[in-house]
């Protein structure tokens, strides 16, 4: 098992410009989250979703946009990169209970 | 008013030294707490949880939770290198967690 697998590792972006941040996992997980990680800041939620077809937001949705159509995949959409989504993106899965799995990361940088 | 909060430090021990790393929390309905431990450039990973009050040990590591002060705890017993990390405390609400800002901990060999 893979468990959560996250790409790209490293990205660097201009202003304006956008992407996808790839997220799949194998563990046939129904939850899944996106985080972002700033210096002294902790973890903070992006979206998340409680199975396939089903998001929602989290505390820091502004900026970002999400899909889910399978159990395994679930990626982030950035559409127009600024300067203040350089971060550390994480990926988790969690069954149904408090026990997330989390991905190696995406660091992103937006110069 | 944030709903966790962690004492940010950073710690630097010796090894062999017990380690304290402490949280606050807003709500006193939360009844899932959570301790993540973080290596450099990692993702976190869970170390220990506890369900509503009490203590919990597994091996070195002792999670503690105090509701009536809304304080969560965890303890290191006998330090290693091989424990320098980020901690991070969470709380589960159901269908989302929230984390504390996490607490460096260097041990020195």
């Known amino acids: 098992n893979a468990g959560v697998t996250q790409t790209p590792k490293f990205r660097i972006l201009k202003i304006g410009q956008s992407m996808t941040l790839q997220c799949t996992q194998d563990?046939?997980?129904?939850?899944m989250y996106w985080y972002r990680q700033d210096p002294g800041m902790g973890l903070k939620l992006i979206y998340y979703?409680?199975?396939?077809?089903?998001?929602d937001k989290g505390e820091v949705p502004n900026g970002y946009n999400v899909s889910r159509s399978t159990t395994e995949d679930f990626p982030l959409r950035l559409e127009l990169a600024a300067p203040s989504q350089t971060s550390v993106y994480f990926c988790?899965?969690?069954?149904?209970?408090?026990?997330?799995?989390f991905g190696p990361g995406t660091r992103l940088t937006v110069t | 008013q944030k709903e966790v909060e962690q004492d940010p430090g950073p710690l630097s021990v010796p090894e062999g030294a017990i380690v304290s790393l402490n949280c606050t929390y807003s709500?006193?309905?939360?009844?899932?707490f959570m301790w993540y431990r973080q290596y450099s450039r990692k993702g976190p990973e869970l170390l220990m949880y506890?369900?509503?009050?009490g203590n919990k040990e597994d091996g070195r590591f002792t999670a503690q939770v105090d509701k009536s002060s809304k304080y969560i705890s965890l303890f290191i017993r006998d330090s290693q290198p091989s424990d320098s990390a980020t901690y991070l405390c969470?709380?589960?609400?159901?269908?989302?967690?929230?984390f504390g800002t996490g607490t460096s901990l260097t041990v020195i060999p």
């Open positions: 988790a899965t969690t069954i149904d209970t408090y026990e997330q799995y």
């Open positions: 563990m046939n997980h129904n939850y």
């Open positions: 979703s409680v199975g396939a077809g089903i998001t």
């Open positions: 969470a709380i589960y609400t159901g269908n989302q967690f929230y």
């Open positions: 709500n006193s309905a939360f009844q899932y």
């Open positions: 506890t369900y509503s009050s």
